[in-house]
């Protein structure tokens, strides 16, 4: 599209992180942005803000049909939304489960649905999944977040071959350690007390990820990433965006041993090593 008709874009999780410093770029990019979350932003950068809830399906049609009457069109739908929650699984609890799965997985399939009616009857249309490296290997005590994010790979692959021949494209970007609000923001299980048996490997764990965040990506290079996959004509399916090492484990896995990928992944995240111990 020109100028004069701007592509219109749906980015949700619009309120910081990945989602905002994305919304923030496009519009300084020329695009109609829209930019939706739970809450507002603390600045606003230009874009339009939206109000939205997507683990609720009313708030989501309300939201989308806002930008259909004002626009006319969702040319791009860009999904951020995105809760974590640490802990060993055995403690979560079921809220907190529900939440993850709620806003993470059940919340981009929302999404895409209502806009996906949009985008089939004009014949075109690019949905940007953001999913997470979580979502290629499991990660210890993010447990219900790696299984939200792994359903976002399979939803997004069905997804693209049911759409294909309405020229509508879905792209998948899984950013590994990003340097955003969530590592400061993230909840340790509320079923997780001092007396838990998991304890120790939990701070581990938690530490580890953190620190390891902490010298990730910017979430600004993040969002170019994303403006380039907008602007091309022929964006590949997945993104791995990240150092090296992050873009090559996925790939490591489905040729190392189970078990010995396992074993190395417990080790960085401070785990203790070695085989589970024999039942007496």
Request: proline residues 5%; aromatic residues 6%.
């Amino acid at each position: 599209m020109t100028m004069k008709n701007p592509l219109v874009v749906l980015v949700v999780g619009a309120s910081s992180g990945i989602g905002k410093a994305t919304a923030s770029l496009l519009f300084d990019r020329g695009l109609r942005v829209y930019g939706a979350a739970r809450s507002a932003p603390k600045a606003h950068d230009g874009f339009t803000f939206l109000p939205i809830d997507v683990r609720d399906s009313g708030s989501v049609r309300g939201c989308v049909s806002r930008v259909l009457t004002e626009a006319g069109r969702i040319d791009v739908l860009v999904n951020c939304a995105g809760v974590a929650v640490g802990g060993p699984v055995e403690e979560m609890l079921e809220e907190e489960i529900m939440d993850q799965l709620q806003t993470n997985l059940l919340g981009t399939m929302r999404m895409c649905r209502t806009v996906l009616p949009g985008m089939r009857k004009q014949g075109s249309g690019l949905i940007i999944n953001v999913g997470s490296m979580a979502g290629l290997m499991g990660l210890p005590f993010q447990s219900i977040y790696s299984a939200s994010k792994y359903g976002i790979e399979g939803f997004s692959e069905s997804l693209q071959m049911e759409v294909n021949d309405f020229g509508i494209r879905i792209v998948v970007v899984d950013p590994g350690d990003i340097s955003t609000e969530i590592t400061a923001h993230r909840k340790v299980s509320a079923g997780s007390g001092a007396d838990s048996p998991y304890r120790e490997g939990l701070q581990q764990a938690m530490h580890s990820q953190a620190r390891s965040e902490k010298h990730g990506w910017k979430v600004e290079r993040l969002a170019r990433l994303i403006g380039r996959i907008v602007r091309s004509k022929s964006p590949r399916f997945r993104y791995t965006p990240g150092p090296l090492i992050e873009r090559i484990t996925p790939a490591a896995r489905r040729v190392v041993p189970d078990r010995l990928f396992l074993r190395v992944l417990s080790g960085f995240y401070g785990l203790r090593k070695g085989e589970p111990r024999a039942r007496s």
